[in-house]
C-alpha cells in the first residue's frame, strides 16, 4: 500500500505499510537523515517535524496517517539554515552533540509560529517535550528569545 | 574555516609538516598521488594548500564538547593561520600519528583532550611558520630575521614584501628535519588571536540544518538493518531460542544465534527491530550478577565500607590518618551511597559496517571515543589485521564515557551481522536496547571518617568506597596495564586537593558482575557527593561557616581561594533567603579550580526539591574557547542536576528495570536551574571543561537541603520518596 504525501514541498510516497513510523520512511526512505531517532516513544522529541503546519513526533506517526499531508523536516525548514530560529541558533551557539537539535529547532519553529511572542514559561512549557541530554537549555531559551526579536 | 570529515582534496602542490619531520608531499596534480604517499612515515598535521588554504588534523573525538574545534585551533595560532582558511580535517586512526600523549593511543575522554594535546600542538604549530618563514627568507634572500608573520601571509616589512602562505607553498623548501621550537620562540599569552576569542565550532552550521552526520545516518547502497537482543546479564547465553514469529515478519532476512544474543537481519528498520521484539528466548544462569539486586545490596556495600578489618585498595595517602584518628580530640563519621546512572546519549549505539564478500576486508562507519580501538574490534571480530579495515569517523550524539569501552559491543555487533550476510548492515540499538544493554556509573557506599585535633585543626580524613573495579570491566586492557589501580572508580576518593596533614582514600572492590562504566564526572561523581557533603558537616560540627571551612583548608592555592571568593560573590553567600537556601561545593578537578553554589528549597508535602538557581566559578587556566567553556559548564551543572535528583537505574535478579525515557528521567527545560558561569582566565596549562561542575551540583543542593531544612541528605538520587522519608 503506497503512501502518497509531500514532503518539503515535493511528492514523495513510501511503499512501506501504512503502520511504519514516519520516522523511519524519512530517514531510510527519503534519506533525510536530520530527524533523528532518539527513543521511539514520543518522549525525547529528537524526531519532531511538522505536518501540516504543526509539530508532531515522527516515530509516534504512522505514515498512513500523512497520506496527502505536507511534511515538513529540518532539511525543509529553509534551504540555507536562513529561518530565524535557525540563524538565532546559530547566534547563540546553541548545539553541542547536536543530535536533539533538528528536532528543538522545529520545536522553537512551531511555538513561534503558533505564538510569535512567548514568555519565557511559555516557551519553557513547549519545549519541555524535547530532550537534550547536553542540556543546552539556557541557550535554547536565549535563542528563542532572541528569534522571537529579530523576526 | 569549514570541516572536512575526509581527507581533503590534495589536488595541487602541498607539503606537509608533522610530528616527526617535515617533508614535502605532493609534487602536483593528483588526488591518486595523495593516496599514494599516505603510507609515508611522517605525521602530517597540516596541510598547505597553494590556494592558501590551510587543512589541519583534529585528533580528538567529537561527542558534543568542541575539541574538533579546539584542538587545531591551537596548531593554528602557533602557526599564525588565517582561520577563515582552515579546513579541519578528521584524523584517521593511527595511535603513533595521533595519539592522546596522555593515554598513549587515540582516545578522548576525561576531559583532556586539550590538556594532553596543548604544548604538542602550539610545537607543531610553530614547526610549521618556521618553514614558511625559512622559505620565504631564502626565495626573498633577506635574514629570517626581518621577517614576521601576518594570518597566512609572510611580510618583509623593510621592503614592503608580501608572501602567502599558499604562494610559499608552491616552491617551500622543506627540511628534512623539523626545525626546534624552544619554548620562548612560542606566542607569548598576550598575542594570541585565536585562543582565548571564540570562533563558530566547525560542526555547529551542519547541527542547525540538519546535515551533520552521525553513525545512524550513514546510507551505503543495499544496505541491510540489524537489531539485536543482547543477554540480560553479563555472561548469559541465548539457552532456547523461539524465533517461529520473528521470522514470519516480512522482510527478515536472517536470524542470528550469537553467544551473547540473538541478532536479526532484515530489510527495513521497522522489520528488524519487530522481529527482535517477537524473538522468545531464554537464557542460561551463566554470568555473575543473576540475583544481583541493587536495592538489597547498597546496605552490603555499605556494610563493607565501614568495615574496617577488611582488605582495601589504597587509592592516595598522606602522613598517617589512621593513627591521627586514632589520637584526635574529636572524631565525626557519615556515610553516603549512590544509584547506578545511565548515560542516556541521544543518539541510541549504532555502528554500520559493510564485510566483503571474502570476509577480508571491511568498510566501518561509528562514532567512539576510541577509533583505533573500534579498528582493532572489527579486525579481530574478522580475525584480519587492523590495516583492512576502511574506517569512516562520524560525529557522536552524546557520549559521556558510555563510547569508552575496549569492546565497543555495537561496533562488534555491527560486523559480526554483516560478516553473515556480507552486506552492508546499519546495527541500531533501540532506546530500550540502550537501557537494558547500559554499563552505568557503579553503585557506591561511601564511608568517612574526620579527626580535629584539641584546637579544632583538622588533622585526619579517612574515605573508603565500596563499588564494583570499573575499569577491571571498561577496559581490563588498561586495568591490566595500571597494575589493577582502577580511577575510573576511585580517583579523587583521598581529596587530595584538601591541606589536611593525614589522609586517607580507599577503594573497597564489589564483585556485583553488573556492567559498568565511567559516566560524566567519572569517579569524582560520587566521590564529590560523598566528600563534600562531609565537609558541610565538618563545617557545621565545627560551628564554621561552610565557605569558609574550605576556604581554610585551601588557603595556600590562591586559585582556589579566588574561585571560592568569586562564586560566594555571585550567589550573594552571606544574604540570608526566606524560601530557600544556599550550599556550596568546591574540588580541584584535574586542575581545574571550580566552586559551585546551589539554591534550593524543599516542598515538604510532596519531598520534591527545588533548585532555582546554580553560581560556579571556574578557573581552567588558559581558556581556548571561552564560549564554549561556558557552554560545557552549562551542560555539566545540567547534567548533575540529573545525578542529584531523579536518575536511578535498578537492577532485580541482576536485570535492568527501566527501560526509555518513561521511567528514566532525565533532565528537561522544566527540570534544570538557571545557570550563572564566571569563567576566570589565568596564564596557567589550560585544563579540563567538559564535566567539572557535574560532581559538584549533588553536594551543594544537599548542603543547601541541609540549610534549608536541618536534615542531611546522604543518598542520590534525592528523589522525593527519599526526602520525605529522611525528613521524618
Known sequence: MATTFEINGKAAHSEAPGATPLLWVIREELKLTGTKFGCGTGLCGACMVHVDGKRAFSCLTQVGEVAGKRVTTIEGLSADASHPVQKAWLAEKVPQCGYCQSGQIMSAADLLAHNPRPERAQIVEHMSTNICRCGTYPRIVRAIERAAKEA | MTLALRNPDISRRHFMVGAAGLTFAVASGLRAGAAARSNVAISPWVTIATDDTVAIMSPAAEMGQGSLTSLPLILAEELDADWGKVHVVVAPPNDELYKNPQFGYMYTAGSNAVTAYFKELRQFGAQVRKVLLASAASHWNVPVAELATEPN?????????????????????????A???AESELKSPEKFRLIGHDVVRVDMPGKINGTAQYAIDVQ??????????????EGAQPDKIDDGKAKAIAGVV???????????????PWAAFG???????????SGKAWGFDSEKALPAFDAAARDLSRQTKVW???????????????????????????????????AVASVAPDGQTCELWSGVQSKTIAVTVAASALNIPPGRIVYHDMLMGGGFGRRGHRDEEYVHDAVVLSNVVHKPVKLMWTREDDVHNGRFNPLSAHYLRAGFDPSGKLIAFQHRKACDEVTAFQDPVRFARQKGRDGIAFNGVDAP???????????????????????????????VFAIESFMDELARKRGVDPAAFRRDLVKDNARAVAIIDAVKRMADWGKKRDASALGIAYM???????????????????????????????????????????????????????????????????????????????????????????????????????????PLVAPAIANAVHEFTGVRLRETPMTPDRVKKALG
Open chain 2, 220 to 233: 551505503v547502497p543495499g544496505m541491510l538493518y540489524g537489531a539485536i537482543l543482547r543477554a540480560p546479564v
Open chain 2, 316 to 350: 592516595g595517602k598522606k602522613g598517617d590518618a589512621l593513627a591521627a584518628l586514632q589520637t584526635a580530640a574529636t572524631t565525626v563519621e557519615a556515610a553516603y551511597r549512590n544509584d547506578l546512572v545511565y548515560h542516556a546519549q541521544m543518539e541510541p549505539l549504532n
Open chain 2, 179 to 181: 626545525p626546534d621550537v
Open chain 2, 588 to 694: 580541584n578537578y584535574s586542575g581545574t579550580q571550580i566552586a559551585l553554589v546551589a539554591e534550593a528549597s524543599v516542598d515538604r508535602a510532596s519531598g520534591t526539591v527545588r533548585v532555582p538557581n546554580i553560581w560556579v566559578a571556574l578557573d581552567p587556566g588558559i581558556t581556548v574557547q571561552p564560549n564554549n567553556i561556558l557552554a560545557q559548564t552549562e551542560s555539566s551543572i545540567i547534567y548533575g542536576t540529573g545525578f542529584a535528583l531523579f536518575e536511578r537505574i535498578t537492577t532485580e535478579d541482576g536485570i535492568v528495570q527501566q527501560s526509555g525515557f518513561y521511567d528514566y528521567h532525565v533532565p528537561r527545560m522544566n527540570d534544570v536551574p538557571q545557570t550563572h558561569i564566571e569563567l576566570i582566565a589565568t596564564n596557567n596549562h589550560p585544563t579540563g571543561v567538559g564535566q567539572m561542575a557535574t
Open chain 2, 497 to 527: 586537593y584538601y591541606d589536611i596533614p593525614n589522609r586517607l582514600g580507599e577503594g573497597v572492590p564489589q564483585e556485583s558482575g553488573l556492567r559498568t562504566s565511567s559516566l560524566r564526572g567519572i569517579a569524582h561523581l560520587t566521590n
Open chain 2, 275 to 285: 522481529a527482535k521484539d517477537a524473538l522468545n528466548v531464554s537464557w542460561t544462569r
Open chain 2, 153 to 177: 601571509v609572510v611580510v618583509h616589512a623593510k621592503s614592503g614584501r608580501r608572501l602567502t602562505y599558499g604562494e610559499i607553498a608552491a616552491f617551500a623548501e622543506v627540511p628534512a628535519k
Open chain 2, 254 to 268: 536472517r536470524i542470528v544465534s550469537l553467544p551473547y544474543g540473538v541478532g536479526v537481519i532484515a530489510e527495513t
